[in-house]
């Protein structure tokens, strides 16, 4: 209990107070990054260079030509709330710079230890001041060139508990990376340099925002951009939207600047989506980056510490006005569907050449016919010839199948699913009784009184299973005691991933099958960040991937012998697209998601004609699963509809 003279409120050290403000603005070691490059973007640079080690957790460079300070001037930049942008409160409704509160470098610098050279170009000298620990250590002449370089050295030395936190090099460069090309992207008329470990992952010189989009992306994103530019008197919009058909499962390529400063809004966001509905298949988000230039004065950036939101005045009309001039460009340049009203709606038929006799079309009836015979050993609607199709994945039945296992052991395990249950009889059936025939689906030829039981062992189990494929998706068959569909792309999904989770937990490697001419694709440097994070477990699945010659390309020497015959570029970019919305997770969950990713990839295509011999290895493969019912998502790979429901669908 207190006295009435003692005090219980006492005023915060200033190096605790600015390392409390440092856990806002500096969470990771991109934020440092964000920060220096925005002053340095503020003091007029033409060029900046950012150089990382380790991710920048042990040293971060920010370098650039800007008009540099003066000895005063570099000692007093690191104090609390130094700023040389704003003087009173009526400046904060003009706001045209991109940092203005002069906490930044006091929060890095109470948590590294800070070296900064500059020197403006009317002086000969420039000066370092050194600060650690939110101290000066010392301040010095020195030779430099004109403009400013900070290094950012054992960033969270003094707080222990935050650099513990921090995740692996390749999880924090990503986040740099990200940092980066969001300033890069918002000022295209400059040059940047991001180099790590000595290593140079962009070079990118000043040119037009679709030279700068391509330049950090890839070449393969210059066919995907539309332009998009509208001029109100209350918003200006300029930028690109990416072709409804490039969309990806993951967000991460949308970008959107107000006044050149990165913002996220989820009205403007929204307003882009809906711009493109029914252009995008459900789950799927399109690259867009796009400049809105605003009145500062109806616009408040000053509302989260690290300045990526902000309010508008005027919302609603900006997001009417966005949502118009996407949907205006992707019909400007034939992405959106369109309807020709002159067109007359009738069939387009050639007229008869000169001469020419125009037989009435007859109709040819076959009495024969009957689409549930069986001919050839061959199921009813799984006959005939594999079409190929784009998919990877080919069955091989004579081979063992998937997963090694022998034809026995799985017909064995699909035995047990089809025999399970005895047949019910609906209700006031009075049929034969068939309670004792094993599982098939009855179809009876013409002039068939009865059709002959199925074998339920040997051989003959597998070659008169009831079995064919519905719409070139599903695969269907019965058990004993109703009908069974089996989703093929699904199923064999499943198959795949047991096998890679199986070779993980018994600690083999995945035979690689070797590429004849072995290929490089653009991945970008922040997605190659995330396959080398990921390479001991794709390494076990059989990949063979090593780092191209370009900072963001990988080379593809090899792929896993059940992913042979895919597309390289398809298997990588399933991968990625599983690790991209993996995001921060552990070691053995991002290898789970790599696992998902490539079997998805490799697995059949839905759409794809089967033999029955595929049918086959499908199924037998999919219930020695030991998990047949879902795949890696937890979606449905089968349904199965017992006699009840068949019947009461004829009630």
């Known amino acids: 209990m207190t006295t009435a003279t003692e005090t219980v409120i006492s005023r915060l050290p200033e190096h605790v107070a600015n390392q409390i403000a440092a856990g806002e603005v500096v969470q990771r070691p991109a934020s440092v990054v964000k920060e220096l490059m925005e002053n340095a973007l503020d003091a007029g640079a033409r060029r900046i260079v950012v150089e990382l080690k380790d991710a920048g957790r042990n040293r971060i ?13 570099a000692e007093a930049c690191f104090g609390r709330h130094a700023t040389s942008k704003l003087r009173s409160t009526d400046d904060l409704l003009s706001l045209a710079t991109m940092g203005f509160r002069g906490e930044a470098l006091a929060s890095i610098a109470s948590i590294a230890r800070v070296e900064l050279r500059t020197r403006r170009a009317e002086e000969e000298m420039g000066v370092e001041v050194v600060m650690e620990g939110g101290k000066c250590q010392s301040t010095e002449p020195v030779t430099c060139d004109v403009g400013s370089r900070m290094t950012v050295k054992r960033l969270f030395y003094n707080v222990p508990a935050r650099r513990n936190f921090l995740k692996s090099d390749q999880v924090e460069l990503r986040h740099c990376i990200d940092e980066f090309q969001r300033v890069a992207l918002a000022h295209a008329d400059l040059s940047f340099v991001l180099r790590h470990n000595g290593s140079e992952l962009f070079d990118l010189p000043a040119g037009s925002l679709r030279q700068r989009i391509v330049r950090i992306f890839g070449g393969k994103y210059d066919e995907r951009l539309v332009p998009v530019e509208e001029r109100t008197d209350v918003v200006g919009l300029q930028g690109f939207v990416g072709k409804p058909e490039f969309a990806r499962r ?9 006044n050149g400063r990165f913002i996220r809004h989820g009205a403007f966001h929204g307003a882009v989506m809906r711009a493109m509905e029914g252009l995008l298949t459900p789950g799927q988000f399109p690259l867009y980056v796009l400049f809105l230039e605003v009145d ?22 900006i997001v009417a006005i966005l949502q118009a001039a996407v949907k205006r460009a992707l019909g400007r340049f034939h992405v959106a569907p369109s309807l020709d009203f002159d067109t007359e709606t009738a069939f387009d038929i050639a007229p008869p050449k000169p001469g020419q006799e125009v037989e009435e079309p007859r109709i040819q009836l076959d009495p024969d016919y009957n689409p549930f015979r069986q001919e050839g050993g061959q199921g009813s609607g799984g006959g005939g010839h594999s079409t190929g199709g784009s998919g990877t994945g080919t069955v091989n039945r004579t081979s063992g199948g998937f997963g090694g296992r022998a034809d026995r052991d799985r017909i064995e395990a699909t035995r047990r699913f089809f025999e399970s249950g005895p047949a019910q009889r609906p209700e006031g059936d009075d049929s034969g009784d068939t309670g004792d025939m094993p599982a098939r689906l009855v179809f009876s030829e013409v002039g068939q009184s009865e059709a002959e039981p199925l074998p339920t062992m040997g051989s003959g189990f597998d070659e008169q299973r009831p079995l064919f494929q519905l719409f070139g998706g599903w695969i269907v068959t019965a058990t004993r005691s109703g009908l069974v569909l089996v989703d093929q792309h699904r199923a064999h ?32 440097a922040a997605d190659r960040a995330l396959l080398e994070d990921t390479m001991p477990a794709l390494v076990a699945m059989g990949f063979n991937l090593e780092a191209g010659g370009d900072s963001g390309t990988i080379r593809v020497l090899g792929l896993p012998s059940d992913a042979a015959e895919g597309d390289p570029a398809v298997l990588v970019d399933a991968v990625l697209t599983e690790l991209r919305e993996a995001g921060e997770v552990d070691v053995d969950l991002r290898a789970s ?7 998805r990839g490799a697995a059949i295509p839905s759409g794809r004609t089967l033999t029955r011999a595929e049918m086959l290895d499908i199924v037998d493969g999919l219930f020695a699963c030991q998990e047949p019912d879902r795949d890696p998502w937890g979606r449905p790979t089968i349904a199965t509809f017992d006699r009840e429901a068949v019947a009461s669908r004829f009630r």
Do not use: W
């Not at 490697?509 to 590429?515: C, D, F, I, P, S």
């Open 61 to 73: 460079v920010v370098a650039d030509d800007g008009c540099g300070m003066a000895p005063a001037d």
């Open 250 to 258: 993951t967000r991460g390529e949308q970008f959107l600047f107000v």
């Open 296 to 317: 500062p004065a109806r616009v408040d950036v000053n509302i989260h510490p690290t300045k990526v939101e902000a309010k508008f005045q005027e919302d609603r009309a």
């Open 493 to 524: 999904t499943r198959i795949l991933y047991e096998r890679f989770a199986s070779m993980a937990q018994q600690t083999l490697t995945g035979h690689a099958q070797q590429l004849l001419f072995p290929e490089d694709l653009e991945v970008g």
């Open 593 to 599: 998601r790599a696992m998902a990713g490539v079997a």
